[in-house]
């Protein structure tokens, strides 16, 4: 599957964006979808991960509240609305396909994913 990122840009603090990550390849409506945010000179960090359905979603503890995931599998989508944006959010924004269904855990690692877009680039100015 390929995955491809997009709505990245340039805003405020407290602003808002929404990033999308449209799937070409094969169906993803059965499968996790996750997000991932990876700051210069840091570790990709987990930002949150949908089931297929969209029925289970979570958040890492630093976007909760913040940060909403949505899908849409008519479209084959997914969404990362994002609120009230901090200038620590800056990064550049990854969705990843699991090609598994949820499980008992929440795979917030990146080596549970097995298909990355190519990112988007969040800049939050203060």
């Known amino acids: 599957v390929q995955l491809q990122a997009s709505g990245g840009g340039l805003v405020q603090a407290g602003g808002s964006l929404r990033l999308s990550c449209a799937a070409f390849g094969r169906t993803t409506s059965r499968y996790v979808m996750g997000w991932f945010r990876q700051a210069p000179g840091k570790e990709r960090e987990f930002v949150g991960c949908i089931s297929g359905s969209g029925g289970i979603i979570r958040y890492a503890d630093s976007v909760k509240g913040r940060f909403s995931i949505s899908r849409d599998n008519a479209k084959n989508t997914v969404y990362l609305e994002m609120n009230s944006l901090k200038s620590e959010d800056t990064a550049v924004y990854y969705c990843?396909?699991?090609?598994?269904?949820?499980?008992?855990?929440?795979?917030?690692?990146?080596?549970?994913?097995?298909?990355w877009g190519q990112g988007t680039l969040v800049t939050v100015s203060s």
């Open positions: 990843a396909y699991a090609g598994y269904p949820f499980g008992s855990i929440s795979p917030i690692s990146p080596t549970e994913y097995a298909s």
